[in-house]
């Protein structure tokens, strides 16, 4: 099953920021030396789009990954030790239609 993973972020104090992120980074990475995840996207510099308006992106969407697991249970078990829990951050998880 196939299942992306939409981190939205907390507020990180500013003496945990480097450690935080090679937190983040080391978790991602342990997901993907598991086989877990096979896409991985992080960035800034967005734009917000609708019908009427582009303006700067201004959520806190900070990245996606595609995962692979057999339930939905075990992709929340995954995301138990999320580093970015602590600060708030959360995770959605939404399960692809079909495969």
Known sequence: MKFLLVYRGGVVPEDHLDRNINELWGWLDNLKEKGYEKVRFAGSGRKSISKDLIADYSGDIFGVSIIEA?????VVSLTSDWPELQYGGRIE???????
């Open 93 to 99: 998880i939404v399960e692809a239609i079909g495969d």
């Open 70 to 74: 057999g339930s939905l249970e075990e």
